[in-house]
């Protein structure tokens, strides 16, 4: 059996710091350099990212204009705002 390389990746957070997954569809649209839609997901967390979660997902939905459907691809995401327990905490991802 062949095995597949692991991407990994470590970040530093504190208390209050949100994190956000989401899938290519949130930000991808057909013909358009997807850069522009990363940007756009910035524009919509410099805005409003310290919004209560759930709004914040709205918002993101929103402003990156998949709140209205018609997309070429499906979308999830999930945003979690990191409370106590994780001050000064590592959280490692593994792929």
Known sequence: MRRLSEARAAQATARG????????????????????????????LARSGTLPVEELADGLMAHTGASGGGQDDDIALVVVRLRGGFNGSRFRIKK
């Open 17 to 44: 710091d949100t994190l956000v997954l989401y899938t290519d569809g949130l930000i991808e649209r057909r013909g358009e350099d997807i850069d522009i839609g990363l940007a756009r997901l910035i524009d919509a």
